[in-house]
């Protein structure tokens, strides 16, 4: 018997090296030269970052300044998901970012690392905030430290950033809207409504910017570029607020309504008749077969599939359902079709409770009612529940990695997103990260997440609102 064996073929080695764990890789490249160059392989440590993540921000590998390795990469993305798991000290620094003199109404990443494409050896994130106060502010989440401030305005009722994350878009109780440099600070163009605002949306079609407006008169107006010019205007729910407003994923549909009259249904219109309207005709516009709309969401995986959380027409029970909405062109007409893909009613224990929604990557929708959270998939089923804070969810921000409620208990609740080979996708409860004293606080009222940072505003007893900004590093 051959007592020396020749040794395995290399590709034959690192064909079986990608069955093994990265620590099971580690452990084996220490074994002999063969075996360690097998392991070192770029393509096998590509691999099995595609295998995990299902894209990669190839740009960091390529750049001028550094040429990190697959292998870097993974490591260095795997401890930092280590780290934003299991919340533990050191893990994540905390600043408290001060200077707010009133309500804090929303804040924004301007700049930060996408969920998507992280670039991990450049985590630097800006938050801006707007607030009661009549000011908005720019922050450096990792220093703490106040970038610009605008002069005082009237007080800000929202705020929101723009895609390209380069624009600060805000409106105040007036019904003034107004644009901000995010690098700068400097103002913009404004435009007046006339009225205080429900809510703003901003989206790109082939490059050209839009802005769509909510206003509590019930109206939906469309403004375009950077001078914020007027181009459209059309009356959804005639005296009642605007506050569900939202846009596909191809940016085809608008869909507007209001939450504040549960008879009055949800309408979807179509976005090229807002942004470039035909002289003398209305914008191609048609109410959903639903009654009212306590919250709404696209999905993001899909065209235009939209989910609507509504009363159930004979009881006061609610219900989810699910469309698809598109258009139907002939050559003398054009006609919006809305078909129901799913419809379920929903157990929440808070029925007269404010309902948010969001959806997942992964076809599932996320929705908050009082202290609880659920998760359902766009069948019905019920994935997940969790009853974990001691007062009502005010806020959700989910992405691909994680789901995080606020809740006015003064707590964020971190929560992960995993894969089980029986039962398919999970989402597990990790760990809360604490906003300080309620002597000093009520509760948290906002929050927002880029990759690596978790930011979130608490409301001050003396009505001065405190932001709350975690960063996690790798």
Known sequence: MDLHPPPLIRDCLIHIFTFLTEEDVITASSVCQD???????????????????????????????????????????????????????????????????GRVVGLVYLQGNSARSPDLWNSRATVCSASTDGT??????????LLWCSPVQSPFTAIIGDERREVVITADSTGLIKTWQGESGQE?????????????????INNNWFLTVGTSQGSVC??????LTKKSSVMVCDSFKV??????????????????????????????????????????????????????????????RLALIHHNGLHSNQVLTVF??????????????????????????????KVLLEAADSNCLVLAAGQELYVYSLKGALIANFKEHTMSISSISVDSFRVVTASQDLSLRVLTWGKDRD????????YHLLGGSHTMSRGFTHVACDYSSITASAEGTDGKDVLKAYSFTS
């Open 423 to 430: 039962h398919g996708l999970t989402l597990e409860s990790q």
């Open 136 to 145: 908005v502010r720019a922050w450096d989440i990792q220093n703490g430290e």
């Open 324 to 353: 698809d909405v598109s258009i139907k062109k002939t050559k003398y007409k054009s006609e919006i079709q809305v078909q129901q893909v799913e419809s379920f009613p929903l157990t929440l224990n808070s029925r007269y409770s």
């Open 35 to 101: 075996w360690n160059e097998a392991a070192e392989t770029p393509w096998l440590w590509r691999k099995m970052c595609l295998q995990r993540w299902s894209f990669c921000n190839l740009a960091v590998l390529g750049s001028e300044h550094v040429n990190h390795s697959w292998k870097r990469y993974f490591l260095q993305r795997c401890h930092l998901e280590m780290k934003m798991t299991t919340g533990r000290s050191g893990g994540y620094t905390c600043k408290s970012l001060r200077g707010h003199a």
């Open 243 to 304: 506050n569900t407003l939202l846009v596909s994923r191809d940016k085809k549909w608008i869909t507007a309504g209001t939450k504040d009259k549960d008879d009055l249904s949800p309408k979807v219109i179509y976005t090229e008749s807002l942004t470039s309207p035909s002289e003398g005709e209305d914008p191609l516009c048609q109410s959903l077969p639903v009654t009212g709309c306590q919250a709404a969401v696209f999905i993001p995986t899909q065209p235009a």
């Open 222 to 227: 469309t403004l375009a570029d950077s001078a």
């Open 188 to 204: 913009g163009a404004s435009f007046a409504t006339g009225s205080p605002l429900g809510s703003l949306l901003q989206y790109n």
